[in-house]
């Protein structure tokens, strides 16, 4: 079972998106070294034997068996969109339908992959049962990338790793769980810039695989959330000369609990804009859902499989803890939501801290639809920015 | 300024200026066609010129004002061909996702010179993996403004 170098997945990664529906393009994809069979000019053509575009109206990809060096290795790699119209994450809906492996799944990730599953499952007809499947993306081409490993982890007797770049939540807590421990923790690279907005959304309940885990992680001494934090080209630049235990992510602040609460009471002013915000907003809201109102996650995944906005779920969910904490007067749910709702308003520039907030589930939609609005809008000021 | 609309003047091709030989000669009089295509081939430009008494051909820099909405890796695929003998010879393909002059090779090339006869060349020398009948002397210093060091 080998193991792609982070310099190897960040370039076939990149290297995807210059193969369109010419020849010649796969051609030059494919003279890289790990698909290369003999030294002589006809290479190009026998390799291509073993590959194959895999190509909807959705999404991009491609297949490929491994050269005489990489024999027992099978690619499979996605590539982000290249359209102007891509507009996979402007939705304020978000919503999320059931996985081929019945996990919740973001609706337009999964849309994609069910376009190209019988593309992929007919390159993998005949694929030898020893072998190590790279599921390999960027961005949207990362989120389809997840989606397929965790279906071949699922259907498939072939070992499976996967190396996601930039990548947005391919789905809800569920998914992310289940993803990490079919696939393997030690098999899910996740590699994102500390700047790049992409990997922060969609909110809480969405979360990033591997679960429990942090990625691997490249640390930025950038205020701002930027476009080229995003860019596939900075990604081949930033892991070339690392190795993944370089990159492996050390136990963030905001993913302890006790840190998380301190920053909720904590009077210090929010500075909106700064890259940790969100991520401090995304484990307040994950703290104070599950731990603070005990909501249970398959509650707030009901609500967006059915007719539920995010913004609605949450409201609801925070709402209801509310209202069950008021009855049985044991824990103080109100003040918690208060407090986060507060950083939540100051990061939006929607006034200082205010304790006189009546918490009303309308008032909290509003808040919330105003965030996930704002999160989605940095994202794309990222990565729409050319 | 709007979230979801911002645009950039973007190099879609840098300009080429060479000589177009076969089997070492200049060829004159022959057509060079070089095709654009970006957004996943939902745009494309197409222009051409015809090699000079000298084999001497000059590709200027075309470039345009994009806008792109969340989410696009921009790359933008450059072919050029020959039209020889009533054969269309390749000699320069890439997908160039680099918006700067120059930004293919990482450099302006010095003494561009396409041969028809001669294999075609895949590389990773250079920026971008490519494919070419070209060569050059040398590259220009170039100061890489998009992903400097």
């Given at each position: ?17 210059a193969v ?5 393009d ?19 053509l026998?390799a ?11 999404a ?7 050269g ?6 099978i ?19 978000l ?13 337009g990730?999964?849309?994609?992959f ?9 390159f ?5 049962k ?19 490993a965790?279906?071949?982890a699922n259907n498939?007797p072939?070992?499976v ?5 930039g ?7 569920l998914?992310?769980?289940?993803l990490?421990?079919k696939?393997?923790k ?17 909110l ?8 429990p885990?942090?990625?691997?992680y490249i ?8 476009a080229?934090?995003?860019?596939m ?23 302890i ?9 904590s009077?210090a002013?929010?500075?909106a ?35 539920m ?6 409201a ?16 103080d ?20 801290p ?9 008032f ?6 105003k ?11 990222a990565?729409?920015?050319? | ?12 091709c ?6 177009l030989?076969?089997?070492g ?5 022959v ?8 957004y ?9 010129v ?8 000059n ?5 345009q004002e994009l ?15 020959a ?5 269309e ?9 680099s918006?700067?002059?120059y930004g ?6 010095v003494?561009l010179?396409?041969?028809?006869s001669?294999?075609?060349i ?25 992903y400097?060091?």
């Amino acid at each position: 079972m080998s193991v792609l170098s982070p310099r190897v997945a960040a370039e076939l990664a990149d290297e995807v998106y210059a193969v369109n529906r010419s020849s010649i393009d796969m051609e030059i994809f494919l003279s890289r070294p790990e698909f290369s069979w003999i030294a002589d000019k006809k290479h190009g053509l026998i390799a291509e034997v073993g590959s194959r575009l895999i190509h909807t109206n959705d999404a991009f990809g491609l297949c490929a068996h491994g050269g005489k060096n990489n024999k027992n290795d099978i690619f499979i790699i996605f590539r982000g969109s290249t359209k102007l119209k891509a507009d996979w994450m402007t939705n304020a809906r978000l919503g999320v339908q059931t996985s081929t492996s019945g996990w919740p799944v973001h609706i337009g990730f999964n849309s994609a992959f069910k376009s190209m599953l019988p593309q992929i499952q007919e390159f993998l007809k005949n694929a030898s049962k020893t072998a190590t499947i790279h599921c390999i993306g960027h961005s949207l081409g990362g989120a389809v990338a997840s989606i397929t490993a965790n279906w071949i982890a699922n259907n498939k007797p072939q070992n499976v790793k996967l190396y996601t770049f930039g990548a947005p939540k391919p789905g809800l807590m569920l998914f992310a769980n289940s993803l990490t421990r079919k696939v393997g923790k030690k098999n899910i690279f996740r590699t994102y810039h500390a700047t790049d907005p992409v990997p922060m959304v969609p909110l809480f309940p969405f979360m990033q695989p591997p679960l429990p885990g942090f990625g691997h992680y490249i640390p930025s001494s950038e205020a701002i959330l930027t476009a080229d934090a995003h860019d596939m080209k900075k990604y081949v630049k930033s892991v070339s000369k690392l190795t993944w235990a370089h990159l492996e992510r050390r136990k963030p602040p905001y993913s302890i609990e006790s840190s998380v609460k301190l920053w909720l009471e904590s009077k210090a002013p929010v500075h909106a804009g700064t890259p940790k915000i969100w991520e401090w907003i995304n484990s307040g809201l994950i703290f104070v859902l599950t731990k603070v109102t005990g909501v249970l996650v398959g509650s707030l995944q009901a609500g967006l499989m059915g007719a539920m906005t995010l913004a609605d779920t949450i409201a609801w969910a925070l709402h209801k803890g509310i209202e069950l904490s008021n009855k049985s007067g044991l824990t103080d749910v109100s003040k918690w939501v208060l407090l986060l709702m507060n950083k939540i308003m100051q990061a939006l520039g929607m006034g200082i801290p205010d304790t006189s907030i009546e918490l009303t589930q309308t008032f909290m939609r509003n808040v919330l639809e105003k965030l996930i609005r704002r999160t989605n809008e940095e994202a794309n000021k990222a990565v729409g920015s050319i | 300024m709007s979230l979801f609309s911002t645009s950039k003047e973007v190099v879609l091709c840098s300009p080429m200026e060479g000589l177009l030989t076969f089997e070492g000669k200049p060829v004159l009089g022959v057509k060079i066609e070089r095709r654009l295509k970006w957004y996943d081939g939902d745009e494309s430009a197409d222009d051409f010129v015809i090699t000079d008494n000298n084999g001497r051909f000059n590709l200027p820099i075309v470039k345009q004002e994009l806008k792109v909405s969340g989410y696009v890796q921009f790359v933008v695929s450059q072919e050029i061909v020959a039209l020889y003998r009533d054969e269309e010879i390749l000699i320069w393909a890439m997908g160039k996702s680099s918006k700067i002059e120059y930004g293919e090779l990482g450099g302006k090339p010095v003494d561009l010179r396409c041969e028809l006869s001669s294999d075609k060349i895949i590389t990773r020398d250079y920026n971008t993996p490519m494919m070419t009948r070209c060569t050059w002397d040398s590259l220009e210093p170039w100061e890489d403004t998009e992903y400097p060091d």
